[in-house]
């Protein structure tokens, strides 16, 4: 009885993780748009920092230096800018699978050059809406299981 | 018998370390290395340099900030990065002694220009060392810090193009070279359009005319060296449009300035016509080669070549004419 | 080799495991090497390039052992660095006049620690100004060094002055969380059979052992350095070193109340959340802020940090304990309710730190290989890996990584929570007894969440 109970409950938990984790998440037809974004970076700051587009888009991207020589790269993309003060530097790309990206500083411009970030979000935050729904499913769980 | 096998692990293994670091310690401190480092914090450390006529010269670089770069002004040399925690290497011939100015080329605030230091070379050169010569403006007598406002405006952008087609008329002092430096292109068109056998072309046509007279100086590849150089050197306070609005404009627009207290104000507008077409190729020339006393604008005297500088000076005409020989209209 | 009916493994028995426990020079080895790696860390961190990113003593302290200790020490071993760690050593061997043996005369005053400081105030507090300053030490290499120079000052000094390692259990700002997070880990030193230890007077283990703990007294890990000395002067053979179930040591109520160990797990969830915003975040007025010592903007960072730490945390936190008792009628007293409950807080802390870890220090391993070819940054390259840097794409898995972290800490702390309530109230009220305790893990964790991915 006992060990049935707990097959039971942890099927029931896992398969929702699961459910939580993978169901395909209502995606947003969207034709392919122009974006522009003109950033400027300062020590240790991207303004803006956070860059929204939707995969397919075609971003570009203009670094504009406001103190020291400054770098950009993103995560998961082969690109590499550097703007030195008073010579803006743009690349274009087209951006790809939906997600997070953390946008770096990748030249060394000072002690909190390390953490001179920033984040391409390509469509919507999918994975901090799953996270959330796996930390209430845990929580239920967590209340709800008793050592057997 | 444990105990002291034990203590000599623990003291041996520290003193290797040690030595180990002191070693390392003396064999890097004997190569003398130049640090570059934000001038508010030091810029270059050593600031005077030495070196002998023939004997090279080799600098060991290291940054110990931001990304900086190694050039020695008027020397023609491909400047070189200094990267934060890595090593860069530069060897320098002098076959002239005298006291070098080397710089950074990367800003790196608006202080950067700041970042200089001098190399003292000795030694008996190949020829004697320059004589003293006055700079241009002193030559001429102009009152680079005088205000030159344009008395005349034209209607639209001149055009070289235009004003080639109109070569004819022009009469030939206005093409030489000491007319141009000396003159601003108000005056010059001023005194074209008091030059009675021109009465019969329009003020534009004589703007045209003035534009034409100023591309004679100003060859397409000086303007490109001149573009070159201000993106380079001039954009981060002139802004990349010539429109005074770089990303120190703002700094500069404060009172006094942080380091020595000196006023600014703020960076020129190369756009504005009243300003440019008011002043003469030689009060550039002066204001570039001194700087502007008070202003924050600093001296390129000692890093810029002269022909750089006419180069420079030829590029801020882009901003008021149009030297394109291709007819647009 | 298990002891009937529980679920220990204990690693003294197995014959290997057992010569190196036994025998003193193993650990002796090992802390003499971590020793020589820390003169070394703190002369290159005095010597070396002041860019942090290529001076060995930022890399190695702040991304290569604070993510062995996060990742691997604490959860796999709990105080297991503390084994191996060579802060005490020197004022150790000062105190003892030996390295392998406690000699008879021995310099130093020997005094007891006072009463009042006991507990986890100190490291608390210490935690709180490290945090403080946190992102000047962890990028200036100068100010790793002179900080882990006066940590090693201050644990010699303290060593001459009161008995045993007073600095590693009072004092010491990782010993401090790593001990409460040890409570988590499946490793422990026990007592085998507690009825010969009864009846033994000479109490060899509790004489011997650097840490004051007398093992048969020991109701959680927290205090045991896992030095082994124990195990190695019991007269019966009577400790043994066990794999456990992860977690073994919570979910008891204790006789004593730790209102310092309450604290300290509230001082580490927010820190945890601050040093996210200011070093994952993309707020470049933050980082400034909390870089510019001194500043203006600084005392602001500064002030809402301790804000954080000491009175919006705590306050939640006692506010869902208030709420909890109020609804489940439990009868404990409260102060004894908020020390009891807060072992929760250390499953959703230990995973919250290595969710934070993953992202903080995974980038940043280019930088390890980087340093090993060139410690000092002076442009060297020993081992040729000066320019290497890992592909980006390795960095893609760190994100799923921090939500399984931080899932796994959440289903944890709200299971104890639920554990801890069932001690305390009837069954029929524990359910919504429970509500305000897993409310505030599921709050905090999605702040979390949210500083991480948002």
């Not at chain 1, 670094?63 to 743009?90: E, F, N, R, W």
């Not at chain 2, 001038?39 to 450390?45: D, K, L």
């Not at chain 3, 919504?432 to 969440?449: C, D, E, K």
Request: net charge neutral.
């Amino acid at each position: 009885m006992k060990h049935w109970k707990k097959i039971l409950f942890w099927g029931l938990a896992i398969s929702l993780g699961l459910v939580i984790s993978l169901a395909p998440m209502p995606v947003k037809a969207t034709s392919s748009n122009q974006k522009l974004f003109k950033i400027q970076a300062s020590r240790f700051a991207f303004s803006p920092a956070v860059l929204a587009v939707n995969p397919g888009d075609q971003v570009t991207i203009e670094l504009v230096s406001q103190d020291v020589v400054h770098g950009l790269s993103i995560d998961g993309y082969d690109l590499h800018l550097v703007a030195d003060p008073g010579q803006t530097a743009s690349m274009t790309f087209t951006a790809g699978q939906a997600g997070s990206y953390t946008l770096r500083c990748s030249e060394t411009c000072g002690a909190m050059h390390p953490f001179m970030v920033g984040k391409l979000q390509v469509g919507g935050n999918d994975l901090l809406w799953r996270a959330a729904g796996l930390a209430l499913l845990a929580v239920i769980a967590g209340v709800w299981w008793k050592r057997v | 018998m444990r105990e002291k096998l034990a203590r000599w692990i623990v003291i041996l293994l520290l003193l290797v370390t040690v030595m180990g670091v002191a070693a390392a310690w003396k064999a890097r401190s004997d190569e003398g290395i130049l640090h570059a480092r934000l001038p508010e914090h030091g810029g270059w450390i050593p600031g005077d340099l030495r070196a002998t006529v023939g004997q090279p010269l080799t600098i060991r670089m290291t940054s110990d900030d931001v990304t900086h770069s190694f050039a020695v002004g008027q020397m023609d040399m491909q400047a070189v990065n200094i990267n934060p925690g890595e090593m860069s290497e530069v060897t320098l011939n002098f076959d002239r002694p005298g006291k070098y100015t080397f710089y950074c080329t990367r800003w790196c605030g608006a202080d950067h220009w700041r970042m200089r230091g001098t190399i003292e070379v000795s030694g008996a050169g190949m020829e004697e060392p320059v004589k003293y010569e006055p700079p241009l403006y002193l030559r001429l007598g102009l009152d680079i810090d005088a205000e030159h406002h344009a008395q005349f405006l034209p209607s639209q952008e001149p055009s070289a193009a235009r004003g080639a087609r109109l070569e004819h008329r022009l009469p030939q002092q206005y093409t030489s070279w000491e007319y141009y430096i000396s003159h601003s292109p108000s005056s010059a068109w001023q005194e074209l359009r008091n030059d009675r056998s021109l009465s019969d072309l329009s003020d534009a046509e004589l703007w045209d005319l003035a534009a034409y007279a100023w591309a004679q100086h100003s060859p397409p590849e000086a303007v490109q060296t001149g573009a070159g150089l201000y993106k380079e050197n001039c954009a981060a306070c002139h802004g990349e449009t010539g429109d005074g609005e770089g990303v120190f404009a703002n700094e500069l627009a404060g009172d006094t300035h942080a380091l020595d207290g000196h006023a600014t104000t703020t960076p020129t507008d190369f756009s504005d016509e009243e300003h440019m077409l008011g002043a003469a190729p030689a009060v550039l020339h002066g204001k570039i080669i001194r700087g502007g006393m008070g202003t924050g604008m600093p001296y390129w005297g000692p890093i810029f070549t002269d022909e750089q500088v006419w180069a420079l000076v030829s590029y801020l005409w882009t901003y008021q004419f149009n030297f394109s020989m291709e007819v647009t209209q | 080799m298990f002891a009937p009916g529980e679920s220990r493994l204990n690693l003294a028995r197995l014959r290997v495991l057992d010569k190196l426990i036994k025998s003193r020079w193993p650990l002796l080895l090992a802390r003499s090497i971590t020793l020589a790696g820390f003169v070394f860390t703190i002369l290159v961190g005095l010597l070396g390039s002041p860019v942090g990113s290529h001076n060995f003593a930022i890399i190695f302290v702040w991304i290569a052992w604070w993510t062995a200790l996060k990742l691997f020490f604490i959860p796999l071993g709990g105080r297991s660095w503390c084994s191996v760690c060579p802060l005490p050593m020197p004022g150790e061997w000062l105190q003892n006049g030996s390295l392998l043996t406690k000699a008879q005369k021995s310099i130093g005053l020997g005094m007891r620690w006072p009463r009042r400081l006991r507990g986890n105030w100190l490291a608390s507090g210490l935690f709180l100004l490290i945090g403080i300053f946190s992102a000047l030490t962890l990028t200036d290499a100068r100010l790793t060094a002179w900080i882990l120079l006066g940590l090693l000052g201050t644990a010699m000094l303290l060593s001459l002055i009161f008995e045993r390692r007073a600095f590693c259990s009072y004092v010491c700002p990782i010993g401090g969380f790593t001990g409460i997070y040890a409570k988590t880990a499946p490793l422990e030193v026990r007592v085998i059979d507690s009825d010969i230890c009864k009846s033994h007077a000479e109490k060899t283990c509790y004489t011997h052992c650097p840490w004051g703990v007398y093992p048969l007294a020991m109701r959680d890990s927290s205090q045991c350095g896992l030095c082994m000395e124990c195990l190695r002067v019991c007269t019966y053979d009577n400790i043994s070193l066990n794999l456990r179930p992860f977690g073994s040591d919570l979910g008891q109520t204790n006789s004593i109340t730790r209102l310092d160990e309450t604290l300290l797990a509230l001082v580490m969830l927010s820190s945890a959340l601050s040093f996210s915003a200011v070093f994952i975040g993309p707020w470049g007025w933050l980082k400034s802020a909390a870089y510019d010592v001194g500043s203006t903007a600084w005392w602001a960072y500064t002030g809402a940090y301790l804000a954080l730490s000491l009175l919006v945390l705590p306050g939640l936190y006692t506010l869902a304990v208030w709420w909890s008792q109020k609804t489940g009628q439990a009868k404990a007293p409260f102060k004894r309710l908020l020390a009891d409950y807060s072992q929760a807080l250390l499953p959703l802390g230990l995973f919250t730190w290595i969710a934070f870890t993953i992202d903080f220090a995974f980038p940043k391993f280019s930088y390890v290989l980087q340093v090993l070819s060139d410690p000092f940054g002076w442009g060297w390259n020993l081992v040729g890996t000066s320019g290497v840097s890992l592909p980006s794409a390795l960095l893609g898995a760190a994100p799923v990584l921090q939500v399984g972290a931080v899932v796994v800490g959440l289903f944890w702390s709200a299971n104890l929570s639920q554990r801890l309530v069932a001690k305390q109230v009837q069954p029929a009220r524990a359910r919504r007894a429970i509500l305000p305790l897993a409310g505030f893990s599921l709050l905090f964790s999605l702040t979390m969440l949210l500083l991480l991915l948002g």
